[in-house]
């Protein structure tokens, strides 16, 4: 074996993890997509009795909060996995070789530790509101329903990016991040952490 190449039996395993992650995640995103399509759904029917039929129909507020949370908290995980988050690159788009392996990794363990306060803090919320049985402004619906996305979120998060760190502690790029072209090759992020 090479002196810095990462062990091929760990990479391999390191792979078929982050592959497993990225259907988990791809399945959290379509689900978003979906619930995209059914918040845009209710608030058409809520124009529609509210200005057509001159009978506004409250609940719909409340249940389009709860779908739009839910849809970013299902669609978070996809968007890390492929590294299309909001960040700072200014330091990451100049940094080559093990600087820009170590700003990976730190801004990977930033979200795994976000996903984790998410998933501790949404499990605690969901407990507490079970407990003193909040109940929501439509009869007979618990609050704790809708707030279960923010501890599945912050888990499904949390996991793409222990599956980012595996990858990166190996010494490879996540496998979402294509071969660079030649003429791409120079500021692509597959070249940077090479």
Same mark, same amino acid.
């Given at each position: 074996?090479?002196?810095?190449?990462?062990?091929?039996?760990r @990479?391999?395993?390191?792979?078929?993890?982050?592959?497993?992650?990225?259907?988990v995640?791809?399945?959290? =995103?379509?689900?978003?997509?979906? /619930?995209? @399509?059914?918040?845009?759904?209710l608030?058409?029917y809520?124009?529609?009795f509210?200005?057509?039929?001159?009978?506004?129909?409250?609940?719909?507020?409340?249940?389009a909060? !709860? $779908?739009?949370?839910?849809?970013?908290? /299902? =669609?978070?995980?996809?968007?890390?996995r492929?590294?299309?988050?909001?960040?700072?690159?200014?330091?990451?788009?100049?940094a080559?070789?093990a !600087?820009?392996?170590?700003?990976?990794?730190?801004? $990977?363990?930033?979200?795994?530790?976000?996903a984790?306060?998410?998933?501790?803090?949404?499990?605690?919320?969901?407990?507490?509101?079970?407990?003193?049985?909040?109940?929501?402004?439509?009869?007979?619906?618990?609050?704790?329903?809708?707030q279960?996305?923010?501890?599945?979120?912050?888990?499904l /998060?949390?996991?793409?990016a =222990?599956?980012?760190?595996?990858?990166? /502690?190996?010494?490879?790029?996540?496998?979402?991040? =294509?071969?660079?072209?030649?003429?791409?090759?120079?500021?692509?992020?597959a070249?940077?952490?090479?």
């Amino acid at each position: 074996m090479e002196t810095g190449s990462p062990a091929p039996l760990r @990479l391999r395993i390191a792979r078929r993890i982050e592959a497993g992650v990225a259907t988990v995640s791809r399945v959290a =995103a379509a689900i978003a997509s979906l /619930l995209c @399509l059914l918040c845009f759904g209710l608030v058409v029917y809520s124009i529609l009795f509210r200005y057509f039929l001159n009978a506004p129909q409250p609940w719909i507020d409340e249940v389009a909060g !709860w $779908v739009v949370a839910a849809m970013v908290m /299902l =669609a978070v995980p996809e968007a890390q996995r492929r590294f299309e988050h909001i960040g700072v690159d200014v330091f990451a788009e100049r940094a080559r070789g093990a !600087w820009a392996r170590a700003l990976a990794l730190l801004a $990977v363990g930033s979200m795994a530790l976000s996903a984790s306060i998410l998933l501790i803090e949404g499990r605690e919320t969901v407990a507490f509101s079970r407990m003193v049985e909040i109940a929501s402004n439509i009869p007979d619906v618990p609050i704790w329903w809708a707030q279960l996305s923010v501890p599945i979120g912050g888990a499904l /998060l949390l996991l793409v990016a =222990a599956g980012q760190i595996a990858v990166l /502690l190996l010494g490879a790029e996540p496998a979402h991040l =294509a071969k660079p072209r030649a003429e791409d090759a120079v500021d692509s992020p597959a070249a940077r952490l090479e």
